[in-house]
């Protein structure tokens, strides 16, 4: 893979195709861990290693064994269930062997197994590159398209904590207190990626 | 259980707890199927389809299945039923199939659903989990029919594909993209605060989060650890 199309893949999907702010998915942890930095990018962390992990592991599975065996109806149950096993996993292993990780990280990864983001982007994987080309360098591809969903979704975390530290002393109307007032702004923040729409295509097109 | 409390179960999920509005549940399906009514109206069903199959079953289920690995069982249920409500639509809707995307496999990690079976389910029997899940997602349907609505007369000047005759020609259509949908979501919250919940709004946290079962509260140990660190 070039260097161009490994750029191309991952800004497209930072601030293009970005998975909160664009995509919708996600949104829990968006909105239920960006109240503070430092948990905004510990989470994002685990997000991103979890998501390359899931890609790596459920991309070949759905090339290897789900498709020649004609069961790529199974992909939900299977992709749900190695995603589950395989945050169980990383959760024993870094406690064994990495306790440091395991500390900053640990309490990040459970909540992670029923992040939709992490489904989303394996079956988006499977969905726009299965096929296209040898195995070799799709899968490639799916995992640079996941660490730019990963590196998309760290960045709208931590750009809305900053916001969200700022909102947290205003004075909104009564209704609009809490879950209200921090739509509304993350709205606004989305708007501002729309300002990114064409760069990319110009830049590497 | 009197009659009275099994209708209370039924309407429960419709305002008091509205599964979207109120226990700010789902969201990522909220703000990415909403954009034209019918796809809600999609959504909403196959979301109801999914939380009425998995409540019974795990409500049928509740006594046979070991309370430790409770949650992996859920969730093989919920992805088994996630997955026939997929075929059904591939078959005979395929237009809804083709619109919903990627959000349709994604019922799977819908916290409603999750959320449902380990709150109300695994405690109560399966008539009542059955009238918890068609209020509840009834609800879930309502909502985001709503906000469809509002989305796609304001932000396209269409109505289930009907055109409506002055807004056609100044639609908004902002409204239909990313940052309407978080906007109209904002709003809808804070006009049910302000007519349906007398109370302020809680804080989204670890007490509205049915992943909260699975990570033990750590969320709440991790909050308190960040403002420690601050």
Redesign the interface.
């Given at each position: 893979m070039s260097i161009k199309l490994f750029f191309s893949i991952v800004l497209t999907a930072i601030f293009i195709e970005n998975y909160v702010?664009?995509?919708?998915?996600?949104?829990?942890p968006f909105?239920?861990?960006s109240?503070?930095l430092?948990?905004a990018v510990?989470m994002s962390a685990a997000v991103i290693f979890v998501m390359l992990l899931a890609t790596a592991v459920t991309y070949p599975i759905q090339n290897f064994v789900l498709n020649p065996n004609g069961l790529g109806?199974?992909?939900?149950?299977v992709?749900?269930?190695v995603i589950?096993a395989l945050v169980q996993l990383v959760e024993i292993v870094l406690k064994r062997y990495i306790p440091s990780l395991h500390a900053s990280l640990g309490?990040?990864l459970?909540?992670i197994?029923?992040?939709?983001a992490i489904?989303?982007v394996c079956?988006?994987n499977v969905?726009s590159y299965m096929g296209t080309a040898a195995f070799g360098s799709t899968f490639a591809q799916a995992l640079t398209y996941s660490l730019g969903a990963g590196l998309g979704f760290m960045m709208a975390m931590v750009l809305f904590a900053g916001v969200r530290g700022r909102i947290e002393d205003n004075d909104a109307?009564?209704?609009?207190?809490?879950?209200?007032?921090?739509?509304?702004s993350?709205?606004?923040l989305?708007?501002a990626?729309?300002g990114f729409t064409g760069v990319i295509d110009n830049i590497f097109g | 259980m009197s009659e009275k409390s099994k209708v209370g179960i039924l309407t429960n999920g419709i305002i008091k707890e509205n599964p979207v509005l109120v226990l700010v549940l789902g969201t990522c399906p909220t703000l990415a199927t909403t954009t034209q009514a019918s796809n809600a109206f999609g959504m909403g069903a196959a979301a109801t389809a999914v939380l009425l199959c998995s409540n019974i079953f795990v409500s049928i289920l509740r006594k046979t299945i070991p309370d430790k690995v409770r949650i992996p069982c859920y969730i093989v249920l919920i992805a088994s039923f996630v997955t026939i409500v997929q075929m059904v639509l591939h078959a005979f809707a395929y237009s809804v199939y083709d619109a919903l995307g990627l959000f349709l496999p994604l019922i799977v990690v819908n916290c409603i659903i999750l959320g449902r079976a380990e709150a109300f389910a695994n405690k109560n029997s399966v008539v009542d989990s059955a009238l918890d899940a068609i209020g509840m997602g009834i609800g879930f349907t309502l909502t985001l029919f709503c906000m469809a609505s509002i989305r796609e007369i304001f932000g396209n000047g269409t109505w289930f594909g009907m055109e409506i005759p002055v807004l056609k020609d100044n639609h908004i259509s902002i409204l239909t993209m990313a940052p309407g949908g978080f906007f109209v979501f904002g709003c809808l919250i804070a006009a049910v605060n302000k007519f349906f919940v007398n109370k302020p709004k809680k804080e989204f946290g670890c007490e509205g989060c049915p992943a909260a079962a699975a990570c033990g509260g750590r969320n709440a140990a991790l909050e308190a650890k960040g403002a420690v660190a601050q």
């Open positions: 702010l664009q995509q919708f998915l996600g949104i829990c909105l239920g861990v109240k503070k430092d948990s510990g109806y199974m992909q939900t149950i992709f749900i269930l589950a309490v990040y459970p909540l197994t029923t992040n939709c489904l989303g079956i988006d969905d109307p009564a209704s609009f207190k809490g879950m209200p007032i921090t739509l509304v993350a709205a606004i989305s708007v990626f729309f | -």
